[in-house]
């Protein structure tokens, strides 16, 4: 398994695992990042920081450190 941090620009993975603990885990499920949710990477930002992904239908940026704490296969 990788982080989604290590996921390259136009791949679709499936979200495996969420790390993280009490408030930054619920952001992340607030966002609608859950278990078993496709999620493409549209782009990195060119000092890497935040990258775009489409997950249930809409676009997000999230930062990279969020990014680490989403396992994904």
Same mark, same amino acid.
């Given at each position: 398994?990788?982080?989604? =941090?290590? /996921?390259?620009?136009?791949?679709?993975?499936?979200? $495996?695992?969420?790390?993280?603990?009490? $408030? +930054? =885990? !619920?952001? &992340?499920?607030?966002?609608? &990042?859950?278990?078993?949710?496709?999620? @493409?990477?549209? =782009? /990195?930002?060119?000092?890497?920081?935040? /990258?775009? *992904?489409? *997950? !249930?239908? @809409?676009? +997000?940026? *999230? !930062?990279?450190?969020? $990014?680490?704490? &989403?396992? /994904?296969?």
């Amino acid at each position: 398994m990788k982080t989604l =941090k290590e /996921v390259k620009c136009g791949e679709t993975v499936t979200v $495996a695992k969420l790390g993280g603990e009490g $408030a +930054l =885990k !619920r952001r &992340i499920m607030d966002m609608g &990042i859950t278990k078993g949710t496709p999620v @493409y990477v549209r =782009k /990195v930002a060119p000092l890497g920081d935040p /990258v775009e *992904i489409t *997950i !249930r239908g @809409y676009e +997000l940026s *999230i !930062r990279r450190n969020e $990014a680490e704490n &989403i396992l /994904v296969e």
